[in-house]
């Protein structure tokens, strides 16, 4: 049944991650960011390091706003068990960025080891395979796990499916921008 009324929690949980959004889209991508959400020189327009995560506190602010204003479901509102589904969540993600930040580091070291060459990951972070390993396995892992947590087990057709994702989400970021690098190379 639907009902006007929201429980407080999801008012506090929207509440929160409004507040999350606005400080991260006013202070923190301001002060942390290099460069606006694009960037201009001699007349040509690039991506700036500002544009995706205001993107990304723009979604927040968008779930925060449905959330609060939108309609509820009577008898529905956050309990222990959404708390440990957010848990599961939030250990998805930091493993996911964890392989994104690491792997390509690690086997470049591992090749670094193998074959006696004076290899560094800064400098091949922007040349194929290297550029793609941690986004590809990272990435992979996120969507893959996400998917298995929503359907409770994990399926080789889910894996399949998080490749051919991250792939396309590869090819859509790094083909058409020349001086863009894919996450998380920027900080390596």
């Not at 998917?147 to 859509?172: K, P, Q, Y």
């Amino acid at each position: 049944m639907i009902s006007p009324f929201r429980s407080r929690t999801d008012t506090w949980l929207a509440l929160l991650c409004i507040a999350i959004a606005l400080l991260a889209a006013l202070a923190w991508i301001p002060a942390d960011s290099g460069t606006g959400i694009t960037e201009q020189a001699r007349r040509r327009v690039t991506i700036g390091d500002a544009l995706a995560p205001t993107i990304a506190a723009g979604v927040i602010l968008l779930g925060a706003l449905m959330t609060l204003f939108g309609r509820r479901l009577e008898g529905v509102g956050l309990s222990l068990r959404n708390l440990a589904f957010l848990g599961l969540l939030l250990a998805f993600f930091a493993i996911s960025f964890a392989l994104m930040r690491w792997t390509g580091p690690a086997v470049v070291a591992l090749a670094d080891a193998a074959t006696g060459q004076e290899l560094s990951y800064r400098a091949l972070r922007d040349t194929a395979p290297w550029k793609y390993l941690g986004f590809v396995l990272g990435g992979g892992a996120l969507i893959a796990g996400l998917i298995a947590a929503m359907e409770g087990r994990l399926r080789w057709r889910t894996v399949l499916i998080a490749l051919v994702a991250v792939v396309l989400l590869a090819a859509l970021y790094d083909l058409p921008f020349d001086d863009l690098l894919l996450p998380p190379n920027g900080d390596v």
